[in-house]
């Protein structure tokens, strides 16, 4: 028996329902990436029997590793991965904003006007528990400016209207909508701000923080199950159509939790999904159970987990609310050298890193300015001293936007993952070199100095606070421009192979399922994306423009785009 011959037999020694499975395809005739290994590697074909990848190498063998029956998927050129892996997502609340109207740049037809978005909240608004949303509202992407309260009030003088700024920390009521909130110019913020227009005293209509969370929370209110089920079907599309087979939902409550566990029980997801509460929220979960099981999918290698403990230290830096070490270049309507703000105490980030490796629950961190990033790694270094853990935790710092050299110099040495926001590049680089300086804002999301360093990488999309294409937050880890055009830090971009394993084999790591998820090999899922073309073989300007046209999970085809 040849070597390829022994991977299939040991394959389906180990997933014995495979050699039974009906449905038995081979994939050929086109590139397959398996993204195994730091460097780029084809097969000839790939062999899934039911959930699993049997073989994957020369198409003759595939072939009579398939059987006689099996069905022959020629790809006709086009590139077959892995399926791609959400490292950081708000999966429960992309479903939530379907109950509005999507007016950001990802929408279908992005308003490029205030008139254009207005008019595409009022033709395709739905008034839900008395409000009317619109989500996703970047004013940057509006050729004639931000909106004003004034915009609002004339379009919708009596309907309470509430817009979601694309950040998910910030938006902007219209006076109905201030009105039915009880916010007055009195009203005092806590949390965040209510501003008011330094010249009139007036309030402007925009909500920041707390006050805006509050206001999202009265807007979509409380809502049946079977409602919750309709809005995770709509986010699910999403996710299938963008080529990710493993969804995220960061920040989720325990009535989260509870909901996405149903949902996907009773079959109303296909999508694993890997919910990822807040510290407050495990609480809550241990004290309900001390033995709370965390990174343990419902489904064996699938289904629903919970990953663990998201801790944060610091805000959006494009609002200036991250932590940083030096002031903010730009301290317009702040102290003088305002710096940002932890949102916790050094104590409590403390706290529950000790509690993360005393009860290997794995630590992900929620880290933007490089004084936050202080917090996170202070507090790593200090669990892992005073619990005496040695093995890889594989704890995570995500977003990591604005990390020092020498502080990814611990990340290698306390094997911290740094999880990026790429598409912050394209979608503030031009605001960061303003409110940030040109040195800073240049080393945005230092995605190759971190891998030059031997720091594990991924990245991600943090949808909804930008698009849901895997394809192009690659293309703005290897182009890096920002919307107007400039190269920000050019010395930062990647290769898109890199790219590639921050939503493959690297992702899959993050989650410490690399046995089963993540690459093209024998025993692993059948968790694949077919696209239209192959991210290593055109310009480096192109790749933001690959379609993905089929997803793939555990063998069955879950999306393929219309024809």
């Known amino acids: 028996m040849n070597p390829k011959s022994i991977l299939i037999s040991a394959a389906l020694a180990l997933y014995p329902w495979a050699a039974s499975a009906e449905i038995s395809t081979v994939y050929f005739n086109g590139d397959i990436l398996t993204m195994e290994g730091d460097s780029p590697r084809y097969v000839e074909a ?33 590139t077959l991965l892995p399926g791609f892996i959400d490292t950081w997502g708000h999966f429960a609340l992309v479903a939530q904003d379907t109950l509005g109207v999507n007016v950001s740049y990802f929408a279908k037809d992005p308003p490029k006007t205030k008139a254009q978005l207005l008019e595409k909240l009022r033709s395709e608004g739905k008034p ?14 509006l050729s004639d400016g931000a909106l004003t309260l004034a915009d609002l009030d004339e379009a919708f003088p009596d309907q309470p209207v509430l817009i979601e700024n694309i950040s998910t920390l910030t938006g902007m009521a219209n006076s109905a909508g201030l009105k039915k909130l009880g916010i007055t110019k009195a009203t005092k913020a806590v949390g965040g701000f209510i501003p008011v227009d330094p010249k009139t005293g007036e309030l402007t209509g925009e909500l920041i923080g707390d006050p805006y969370l509050n206001a999202v929370a009265e807007a979509v209110g409380k809502y049946p ?29 325990v009535d989260d939790i509870d909901n996405l566990r149903a949902a996907v029980e009773q079959g109303v997801l296909s999508l694993d999904i890997i919910a990822l509460p807040t510290f407050d929220t495990v609480d809550q979960l241990l004290k309900a159970d001390p033995e709370y099981a965390f990174g343990v999918y419902s489904r064996g290698n699938g289904g629903f987990k919970v990953a663990g403990i998201m ?57 933007n300015g490089d004084a936050g990033i202080d917090m996170t790694l202070s507090a790593l270094a200090k669990a892992i001293k005073e619990t005496g853990v040695t093995e890889d935790r594989r704890p995570v710092i995500s977003h990591s936007l604005f990390v020092r050299e020498d502080q990814l110099v611990q990340y290698k040495d306390m094997k911290i993952m740094a999880i990026m926001l790429m598409n912050h590049t394209w979608l503030y680089g031009d605001v960061y070199m303003k409110i940030m300086g040109p040195e800073r804002a240049e080393n945005l999301s230092p995605l190759q100095s971190a891998a030059t360093k031997g720091v594990m990488t991924a990245i991600h999309n943090d949808t909804p606070s930008s698009g849901p294409s895997a394809m192009f937050t690659i293309w703005s880890a290897v182009n890096r421009k920002t919307l107007s055009g400039k190269t920000l830090g050019p010395e930062q971009r990647v290769d898109p192979y890199l790219a590639l394993q921050g939503f493959t084999s690297n992702a899959a790591y993050q989650y410490k399922e690399e046995k089963s998820k993540g690459k093209i090999a024998a025993g692993m899922l059948a ?35 219309p024809s």
């Open 527 to 561: 968790d694949l994306v077919e696209l239209d073309r192959n991210p290593l073989k055109v310009k480096p300007e192109e790749i933001k423009d690959i379609q993905v046209l089929r997803t793939i999970k555990r063998g069955k085809t879950v999306y393929a785009k």
């Open 311 to 367: 801790v944060p230290t610091d805000g959006a830096p494009q609002l200036r609310l991250a932590y940083m070490t030096e002031p903010y270049a730009d301290t317009t309507g702040f102290a003088k050298d305002w710096r940002g703000f932890a949102y916790n105490l050094q104590s409590t980030i403390d706290h529950y890193a000790k509690l993360a490796y005393e009860k290997n629950i794995q630590y992900f961190g929620y880290s």
């Open 225 to 253: 199950q079977e409602t919750v089920f309709e809005t995770y079907r709509k986010a699910q599309e999403i996710w299938l159509s963008n080529g990710l087979t493993t969804a995220q939902s960061y920040e989720a409550t």
């Open 128 to 141: 839900f528990n008395g409000w009317l949303v619109g989500t996703g509202y970047a004013e940057a992407m």
């Open 46 to 78: 790939v062999v899934a029997k039911g959930d699993i990848i049997a073989f994957a190498g020369d198409l003759e063998e595939a072939r009579s590793a398939a059987g006689e029956k099996a069905e022959m998927h020629d790809l006709k050129g086009r």
